[in-house]
């Protein structure tokens, strides 16, 4: 059973970042893929980044793109979501996400999710 735990979340002004960091147990990072994912109040979670099993295939949602930066460090067995240039609009609960799949596909299946880490962006 995997098991990911999300940290990094918080309170942060337009414009500033944050670095989203996701620790992954019981399995090896290199074997699955992983992403990331929000859910806004009220709205329905959507899909931001993911990253194929070495890192090497990236997927990011039109709205977070060159802004948000997703990377893995399989020896740590963790993966990262750099935040740039926030905006309200990017407040939700971010979950970190895997799946056992052999290749990552822009539409990304979950097979385990991690409980998620608040981001707030003030104006």
């Known amino acids: 059973q995997v098991q990911l735990v999300e940290s990094g979340g918080g309170l942060v002004q337009a414009g500033g970042s944050l670095r989203l960091s996701c620790a992954a147990s019981g399995r090896a990072t290199s074997t699955l893929n992983m992403g990331w994912f929000r859910q806004a109040p009220g709205k329905e979670r959507e899909f931001v980044a993911s990253?194929?099993?070495?890192?090497?295939?990236?997927y990011y949602s039109d709205s977070v793109k060159g802004r948000f930066t997703i990377s893995r460090h399989n020896a740590k067995n963790t993966v990262y979501l750099q935040m740039n240039s926030l905006k309200p609009e990017d407040t939700a609960l971010y979950y970190c996400a895997a799946n056992t799949k052999i290749l990552l596909t822009p539409t990304f299946s979950v097979d385990y999710w991690g409980q998620g880490t608040q981001v707030t962006v003030s104006s």
């Open positions: 990253a194929s099993r070495n890192g090497g295939s990236t």
